[in-house]
């Protein structure tokens, strides 16, 4: 009796196991966060039929010493890849590793970041390293930091890189309540003056404290940022939108914010829009309500959706995060 009821019971898990693996194994949404660990600042690009995301490790500055990658086919299921890139590469980096801003030229991936929470007179800022895999490894491309002064009262760090219609490269960056727009030349090695002759213009919006961002949507030059201190639970997120990438930038309104019933300091996002659609997702992070440490951040995702006249709704925060999506190109 005892072998007859061993062999239904083995009959009867073989029978249960693939399905429950078929069930693990097809996500029907991402669920937020997204992805396991301490993470912030994402920066969310499309590399061929891949979604990427480039966030900050969130730990004590002197923990931030490395940057890992997550890739995914669908949005939802994502995979690791671990330190691209790190002080033992970035030797004059010594701590507070942040924010990157990446994109892809000519078939080689570069990676921004800013590093050692730089003040006058200290040496670190904004790095530029290369790459010739969106995985890395990535090496630092100039041996020093690409801007490492404070221009017009921005501190170096969140350096977003935006492609014009027309091919330019410009760099939104700053931390502090300020924000400058730079022009990057061909090699990403060094600035060149704006088309106003300038090599530093501030384009500083009403309420801006850090986290830029620039798209197009309809012709139109959307630029985001973020408000509020980031330790804090009413980080959140603004826009304004421009006929140009130089503003001036008025500020509409608040796009993105803390739900108390979901999580706090909701912000420094990103943006990502399906190739061939007006399908967009905001990824960015968070604090789950169950912690109080300022590191303790999470990266999530959710619809962003505009309105018919071009305003971006309010979005909502949630747990399930989004649906599986594949990129058809």
Not at 203 to 218: H, L
Not at 228 to 235: E, I, K, L, V
């Given at each position: 009796m005892k072998i007859i009821i061993s062999i239904i019971l083995l009959i009867t898990t073989i029978s249960e196991y693939p399905g429950e693996k078929a069930k693990n194994s097809k996500k029907k949404m991402s669920g937020n966060p997204i992805f396991e660990g301490w993470y912030a600042d994402p920066?969310?690009?499309?590399?061929?039929?891949?979604?990427?995301?480039?966030?900050?490790?969130?730990?004590?500055?002197?923990?931030?010493?490395?940057?890992?990658?997550?890739?995914?086919?669908?949005?939802?299921n994502w995979t690791k890849h671990e330190r691209i890139i790190d002080t033992a590469e970035v030797r004059w980096a010594k701590k507070a590793m942040w924010a990157p801003g990446v994109i892809e030229k000519n078939g080689s991936y570069y990676f921004f970041f800013a590093a050692n929470d730089v003040h006058e007179g200290e040496i670190g800022g904004i790095g530029v390293a290369r790459a010739d895999k969106p995985e890395g490894p990535y090496k630092d491309l100039l041996g020093k930091p690409l801007i490492g002064n404070i221009v017009n009262g921005a501190q170096p760090i969140d350096q977003y890189i935006f492609k014009d219609k027309d091919g330019s490269h410009y760099m939104y960056y700053g931390g502090w309540r300020h924000c400058n727009v730079v022009k990057l030349n061909d090699d990403f090695t060094g600035l060149v003056p704006l088309p106003n002759g300038e090599m530093y213009m501030e384009?500083?919006?009403?309420?801006?404290?850090?986290?830029?961002?620039?798209?197009?949507?309809?012709g139109k030059y959307y630029f985001m940022w973020s408000e509020?201190?980031?330790?804090?639970?009413?980080?959140q997120v603004a826009y304004a939108?421009?006929?140009?990438?130089?503003?001036?930038?008025?500020?509409i309104g608040t796009v993105l914010k803390q739900d108390p019933a979901v999580a706090t300091g909701a912000g420094h996002h990103s943006m990502i829009n399906i190739p061939g659609t007006d399908e967009w997702y905001i990824v960015y992070h968070r604090r789950p309500l169950t912690e109080t440490s300022a590191h303790n951040r999470v990266t999530c995702i959710d619809r962003i959706e505009f309105d018919e006249n071009g305003m971006i709704k309010p979005v909502k925060i949630t747990f399930e995060g989004v649906t599986p999506r594949k990129i058809r190109k």
């Open positions: 920066e969310a690009i499309i590399y061929g039929n891949k979604y990427w995301i480039f966030p900050t490790f969130s730990a004590p500055y002197e923990q931030q010493v490395k940057f890992d990658a997550f890739s995914s086919k669908d949005l939802v384009v500083t919006p009403k309420g801006y404290v850090e986290g830029p961002i620039m798209f197009i949507r309809d509020g201190g980031w330790t804090g639970p009413n980080y939108i421009s006929d140009n990438p130089f503003g001036p930038f008025e500020r």
